[in-house]
C-alpha cells in the first residue's frame, strides 16, 4: 500500500514526517511518590494543608488529601503504578504523591494534557510482576510516545480533545443528577408520600409492616396477586441444547440489560423445549426476575417480536387478575422494597438462590386503583426514557471522541 505524502513508517505506525517517536525516558524525567510526614497531612483542605496529594485510586483523579508541603511541580503527568496501572493524569498545580505512583516531570517543553490523551488512549502496559500488577520507573521509560514538532501543535490537539472531555463530563453529571431525581421521585411516589393530582383522600397515613402508607393504599404478597412460574428442574437445559440460531428465543437471566432484554444476546431452542411449558412461554408486559447467582436481576418485557421461553434460573411474574398494573410492579421490583427484601433473605448465606417458597412471601404497597398504578408507573418510565436517551448520547460523544483521538493523536488529521 502507498504511503501518504508527507508520512512516514515508525514502530509505532504512520505518523508525519515532521513528528517524532521517543521513549517515555527520553522525554521526562521519571520519580516515584513514596511516604508521607503524617504532620503535613490532612483529609481536608484548608489554608494551611492546601496543595493535593495524590495516589494510585482511579476514583476522583487520584485525591487522597491535602499536604503543607509540596514534593512536585505543576506541569508534570501522574501515572498510576499499582493495581490499575497506566492511568495518566496531568497536573497543573503543585502537590504531592503517595504509594509508588509514578510522576513525569518533562526536560523539556511539551504539553501536558497532550500527554494525558496518549498514555490513556494509545499505550498499552504489559504486566511484567506477579501479583499485584505494578509499573516502575524502568518499565514506562521504555515506551513510546509521538510528539508533534511544535507546542502549538501539541496544545491544539490537547483542546480540542480536553473541550470534548469537558463535554462528556458535564452529560456525565446531568446523567448523575437525574438519576438521583429518579430515585428521589421513586421513594416518594413508591411510598405514596407524594400523591399525583387527582388521587388520594387527604393526607392520612397508616404504618404497616411496609413502613408508613396512604390509608387507603394495601399491602400485598407477591403470592396473592401474581403467578410466579419459573422452568422445573428436571426440565432443566443441557448447555447442548443451546442453539446459536433459530425461532424460538432462551431468557437465562445473562441478558437483562437496565430492565430489559438484549434479545442479541439470547441463545435458541427447538420447538419440543419452547413448548414444553406454557406458563414460560413468554408474553408482553411479563415481569422476568432472575432466581440463581446474581439473583433479583429484572427484566420487563414491554414488547414481544417472536417466541420466547425460560431456563431455570428465571422466575416470570404475571398478575392473576387485573389488580395491578405491571409496570407499576417492575418499579416496585426496581425499589428499595426488594432491594431489602433480597438482602433480608440471603443475609449470612453463601449460595444465593430465590426460593420460591420465600418469594411468595414478598410484600410491598399498592395504591388502590389501576388509575393511580398506571400514572406513578408513567412518571418514573417518563424519567427512564429521559435518562436512556442521555446516556445514548454521552455514547454518541465517546465514540466521536474515540474516532477523533484516532486521527489528531496520530497525525492524520493535522490541526495546524
Same mark, same amino acid.
Given at each position: 500500500?502507498?504511503?501518504k505524502?508527507g ?5 509505532v505506525?504512520?505518523?508525519p ?5 521517543k521513549r ?35 476514583s ?11 514534593q ?13 496501572v497506566g ?34 488512549n494509545?499505550i ?21 510516545? &509521538? ?10 490537539i ?25 430515585q428521589?421521585t421513586?421513594q ?9 393530582p ?6 392520612r397515613t397508616?404504618?404497616?409492616?411496609v ?10 404478597? &407477591? ?17 447442548k441444547?443451546y ?9 437465562t437471566?445473562?441478558?437483562f440489560?437496565?430492565?430489559s432484554i ?7 431452542v ?7 411449558d406454557k ?11 432472575t432466581?440463581d ?12 417480536n ?10 416470570v ?13 417492575f ?13 433480608q433473605?440471603?443475609a449470612?448465606?453463601t &449460595? ?5 417458597k ?7 404497597p399498592?395504591?388502590p ?20 436517551a442521555?446516556?445514548s448520547?454521552l455514547?454518541k ?5 474515540q474516532?477523533?483521538m ?8 493535522r490541526?495546524?
Amino acid at each position: 500500500m502507498e504511503m501518504k505524502q508527507g508520512y512516514k513508517q515508525t514502530e509505532v505506525g504512520v505518523i508525519p514526517e515532521d513528528w517524532e517517536v521517543k521513549r517515555i525516558g527520553e522525554i521526562f524525567n521519571i520519580s516515584a511518590g513514596g511516604d508521607l510526614d503524617m504532620s503535613t497531612l490532612s483529609t481536608f483542605k484548608d489554608s494551611f494543608f492546601n496543595y493535593p496529594i495524590f495516589s494510585n485510586s482511579l476514583s476522583d483523579k487520584g485525591l487522597y488529601g491535602y499536604t503543607s508541603n509540596p514534593q512536585y511541580e505543576s506541569n508534570t503527568v501522574t501515572v498510576t503504578a499499582r493495581g490499575t496501572v497506566g492511568y495518566a493524569v496531568f497536573r497543573n498545580h503543585q502537590y504531592s504523591a503517595i504509594g509508588r505512583v509514578l510522576i513525569l516531570s518533562p526536560i523539556f517543553k511539551i504539553n501536558g494534557k497532550f500527554t494525558e490523551e496518549y498514555i490513556n488512549n494509545y499505550i498499552k502496559f504489559a504486566n511484567e510482576s506477579t501479583g499485584v500488577p505494578q509499573l516502575t520507573v524502568p518499565q514506562i521509560a521504555k515506551y513510546h510516545l &509521538i510528539l508533534p514538532p511544535t507546542l502549538t501543535e501539541q496544545e491544539a490537539i490537547a483542546n480540542v480533545l480536553s473541550d470534548m472531555d469537558a463535554l462528556i463530563l458535564s452529560l456525565e453529571k446531568l446523567i448523575s443528577k437525574k438519576q438521583q431525581i429518579k430515585q428521589g421521585t421513586m421513594q416518594a411516589l413508591l411510598t405514596g408520600r407524594k400523591r399525583l393530582p387527582g388521587f388520594g383522600k387527604g393526607e392520612r397515613t397508616k404504618l404497616t409492616e411496609v413502613g408508613l402508607i396512604p390509608e387507603d393504599w394495601e399491602v400485598k404478597r &407477591i403470592g396473592e396477586t401474581a403467578l410466579l412460574k419459573a422452568r422445573i428442574g428436571w426440565h432443566g437445559l443441557t448447555a447442548k441444547e443451546y442453539l446459536n440460531t433459530g425461532i424460538y428465543r432462551l431468557i437465562t437471566g445473562t441478558e437483562f440489560h437496565k430492565g430489559s432484554i438484549d434479545w442479541s444476546r439470547c441463545f435458541f431452542v427447538d420447538q419440543e423445549r419452547y413448548e414444553q411449558d406454557k406458563y414460560i412461554q413468554i408474553k408482553e408486559n411479563d415481569i422476568l426476575i432472575t432466581k440463581d447467582g446474581s439473583i433479583g436481576k429484572i427484566a420487563f418485557v414491554n414488547l414481544l417480536n417472536w417466541p420466547a421461553t425460560l431456563n431455570s434460573g428465571v422466575f416470570v411474574i404475571r398478575p392473576k387478575n387485573i389488580s395491578f398494573f405491571p409496570n407499576f410492579l417492575f418499579y416496585i421490583f426496581s425499589s428499595f422494597y426488594f432491594d431489602k427484601f433480597i438482602s433480608q433473605i440471603t443475609a449470612g448465606s453463601t &449460595i444465593l438462590h430465590l426460593y420460591q417458597k420465600d418469594f411468595v412471601k414478598f410484600t410491598f404497597p399498592l395504591p388502590p386503583t389501576l388509575a393511580e398504578q398506571t400514572a406513578i408507573a408513567n412518571v418514573l418510565s417518563d424519567l427512564d426514557s429521559e435518562i436512556d436517551a442521555l446516556e445514548s448520547k454521552l455514547e454518541k460523544y465517546k465514540l466521536l471522541k474515540q474516532g477523533m483521538m484516532q486521527q489528531l493523536l496520530t497525525g492524520a488529521i493535522r490541526l495546524v
